[in-house]
């Protein structure tokens, strides 16, 4: 029998399981308590539950946790955690440090099919989606880590995967990372990435969810965005923008624009002014990155001085551009490095 995996239900389903398993709908809610508000990691632990029905529910349903194998720490203070899932799968999580808190750089799946040219994950190919259970695990794991867990404000689905291709997924677990009776996280705090899947971001703009929204974007036409981003040859930059400008967004949200600046490719001054056309009259902000370096990498940085030329071509166009400094990137950990990779004592490579 395939045990139920409790961590991945929303509140309704919780209460309708506990019906359905011979409880009241209360001891569903008291569970989601135990699961998100004091991260146990066993029903041993609940102890406002009988303990007949614990020792039924350890019969019947499982708590997923993920095995934690590695932690790298930057010298910039960010740290990578190296997560392996229940099949020996292996995906990648950063704790990235502000000011006065932290964001979590949390995956959704394992290995990527975008294929994106600057971007390592793509380079490992596809195995499979995440869970709900596995995506939310990463967070509760790096909280459970922390001397406050409080400090944990941000999160950013900017991981291994494309989060709108594990669309029902992604929905799922924010449903539970912003509940009340979950994470209870602010939605204003959790932000999703994607390379431009315009179904889909149509999809979530419709959705009962809200979240911040950050698109990929590299390119200011469709020949350089093809070149980088295949996902580009079946939603064209014309059909993306169009979706953006169709997304709602509550008072004051903008949505962000990233876009790697690659010597010789991305990074004129025609691109600078043909970016600000393109996203004219949005409510829109602009990510400026300059290009982290990997293994087989056929692309080279922007120099900083050009960065900054472009930035203010964009700033002259009343666009609000910030330069974001790469964390993590000497434990490989930066935007673009994820790999999933790990060497372990037997010499066997985890992928």
């Known amino acids: 029998m395939v045990k139920i995996d ?9 209460e309708q399981w506990a019906i359905n398993y011979g409880l009241d709908a209360y001891r ?22 009988p303990k007949v029905i614990r020792e039924a529910l350890e019969q019947d349903a499982v708590i997923n946790n993920l095995w934690k194998i590695r932690t790298l720490a930057s010298n910039d203070g960010t740290k990578k955690y190296l997560f392996r899932l229940w099949d020996g799968c292996v995906i990648e999580s950063v704790l990235i440090p502000e000011r006065r808190h932290f964001t979590l750089c949390i995956s959704s799946q394992v290995g990527c099919a975008m294929a994106c ?14 869970t709900p259970s596995e995506i939310i695990d990463q967070i509760i794991e790096v909280k459970r880590s922390l001397a406050n867990p409080a400090d944990l404000k941000n999160i950013v689905f900017m991981g291994m995967g494309e989060p709108l291709a594990n669309y029902d997924a992604v929905v799922k677990a924010i449903k539970n990372i912003v509940g009340a009776d979950g994470l209870n996280f602010s939605t204003r705090k959790v932000t999703v990435s994607t390379c431009g899947l315009v179904p889909n971001l149509i999809k979530l703009g419709l959705s009962d969810v809200t979240v911040n929204l950050a698109v990929s974007l590299n390119a200011t036409d469709n020949k350089t965005r093809s070149f980088l981003m295949p996902v580009n040859k079946k939603y064209p930059i014309e059909e993306l923008i169009a979706a953006c400008r169709e997304f709602p967004l509550p008072n004051r949200r903008m949505i962000t624009f990233e876009y790697i600046l690659i010597k010789d490719v991305n990074d004129s001054v025609g691109d600078a002014y043909r970016l600000c056309r393109l996203l004219s009259g949005m409510r829109a902000k602009i990510n400026l990155i300059p290009l982290n370096p990997h293994l087989n990498l056929d692309l080279v940085p922007t120099p900083m001085n050009e960065i900054l030329h472009f930035q203010d071509i964009l700033a002259s166009n009343n666009f609000t551009a910030m330069i974001r400094k790469s964390k993590g990137a000497d434990i490989m950990a930066a935007c673009g490095q994820l790999s999933g990779e790990y060497l372990d004592s037997t010499n066997e490579t985890f992928t």
């Open 117 to 130: 040219r600057f971007c390592l994950t793509g380079k490992q190919g596809f195995t499979r989606n995440l």
């Open 6 to 14: 409790l961590k991945g239900m929303d509140r309704s389903e919780m």
């Open 28 to 49: 569903g809610r008291q569970i989601r308590q135990w699961l998100f508000s004091k991260m146990v990691s066993s029903f041993r632990n609940m102890t406002n539950i």
